[in-house]
T-cell receptor, first 113, second 111 residues
Framework: GAGVSQSPSNKVTEKGKDVELRCDPI?????LYWYRQSLGQGLEFLIY????????KSGLPSDRFSAERTGGSVSTLTIQRTQQEDSAVYLC???????????FGPGTRLTVT | RKEVEQDPGPFNVPEGATVAFNCTYS??????FFWYRQDCRKEPKLLMS???SGNEDGRFTAQLNRASQYISLLIRDSKLSDSATYLC????????????FGDGTTLTVKP
């Protein structure tokens, strides 16, 4: 079946602009996660959704970052007034409720110039 | 101290070698544990779960030591295709929730 998909695959934006990143989880997966990975670094947890609720937003680095999920499916991660340090690969993952094996999308590579 | 720590390596081994990675975690209440594999510029993919009794999948063996708060991954008869970064993952809850990833251990298997 279809895996996790993310769009766009690459995004280049100017400093100060807003960007929206999209994630389509695997059908039937109620849990959805956003991570950030800078070049050569590990995964940094950003936010987790169970259904449309986000019980854990502890990883969002600043108030410029926000995320929402609608219909228990698609999620968008929005970064306002982007900064150069926001440049990274943004990874989305989904899993069944009750199971924690996560399935990752291919990521969105964000470059802020 | 990081919640999940791994030796970053790199580990450079010849084909056919046996190699082992360790991962330590700080929260003794952690409930579930996994190893993921990440190839260069690709997304992480689940390699195997780690069970208290230890588990094996072909050439790969994972073990958990709750008393010492570490998990291990053993790879026997290394193949060139095993070259990747191996990520240790720890969860506080078994029912979804935040996962904490280690920074990964890089393995290069050489001919």
């Amino acid at each position: 079946g279809a895996g996790v998909s993310q769009s766009p695959s690459n995004k280049v934006t100017e400093k100060g602009k807003d960007v929206e990143l999209r994630c389509d989880p695997i059908s039937g997966h109620t849990a959805l996660y956003w991570y950030r990975q800078s070049l050569g670094q590990g995964l940094e947890f950003l936010i987790y959704f169970q259904g449309n609720s986000a019980p854990d937003k502890s990883g969002l680095p600043s108030d410029r970052f926000s995320a929402e999920r609608t219909g228990g499916s698609v999620s968008t991660l929005t970064i306002q007034r982007t900064q150069q340090e926001d440049s990274a690969v943004y990874l989305c993952a989904s899993s069944f409720a009750g199971g924690v094996e996560q399935y990752f999308g291919p990521g969105t590579r964000l470059t802020v110039t | 101290r990081k919640e999940v720590e791994q030796d970053p390596g790199p580990f450079n081994v010849p084909e056919g070698a046996t190699v082992a990675f360790n991962c330590t975690y700080s929260n003794s209440a952690s409930q579930s544990f996994f190893w993921y594999r990440q190839d260069c510029r690709k997304e992480p993919k689940l390699l195997m779960s780690v069970y208290s009794s230890g588990n094996e999948d072909g050439r790969f063996t994972a073990q958990l030591n709750r008393a010492s708060q570490y998990i291990s991954l053993l790879i026997r008869d290394s193949k060139l295709s095993d070259s990747a970064t191996y990520l240790c993952v720890v969860n506080l809850n078994t029912n979804a929730g935040k996962s904490t990833f280690g920074d990964g251990t890089t393995l290069t298997v050489k001919p």
